[in-house]
């Protein structure tokens, strides 16, 4: 059973940085794209960016220019920079990515969700 495990949430004050990571393990033969996603309280989940396997990224208009996307292709990991956080920014991060594994054909996963909270 392919698992995306994801690490880096936490509490940061208004401006300042986190960085998210999203690892992909057990059986996998191929990764495509994989993204961030997140959803604030009674919001519904929104697309944060995303990334294909060549590289080619795209992005929310409202973190354009503070959030950058990128991805260890040998890791099968993917990664968020978050820089000049906003208090908006406060949600629950998902990541996802579409894999072909050992165990199934082509299906999107997603991690267990890592909250971002930012906060003075």
């Known amino acids: 059973q392919v698992q995306l495990v994801e690490s880096g949430g936490g509490l940061v004050q208004p401006g300042g940085s986190l960085r998210l990571s999203c690892a992909a393990s057990?059986?996998?033969?191929?990764?495509?794209?994989m993204g961030w996603y997140r959803q604030a309280p009674r919001e519904q989940r929104e697309l944060v960016a995303a990334i294909t396997k060549g590289g080619s990224t795209n992005y929310a208009d409202s973190v354009k220019g503070r959030f950058t996307i990128s991805r260890d292709n040998a890791k099968n990991t993917v990664y968020l920079q978050m820089n000049s956080l906003k208090p908006e920014d406060t949600a629950v991060y998902y990541c996802?990515?579409?894999?072909?594994?050992?165990?199934?054909?082509?299906?999107?996963?997603w991690g267990q969700g890592t909250q971002v909270t930012v906060s003075s």
């Open positions: 057990r059986n996998i033969f191929s990764i495509n794209a």
């Open positions: 996802n990515a579409d894999i072909y594994s050992m165990t199934a054909d082509w299906q999107r996963y």
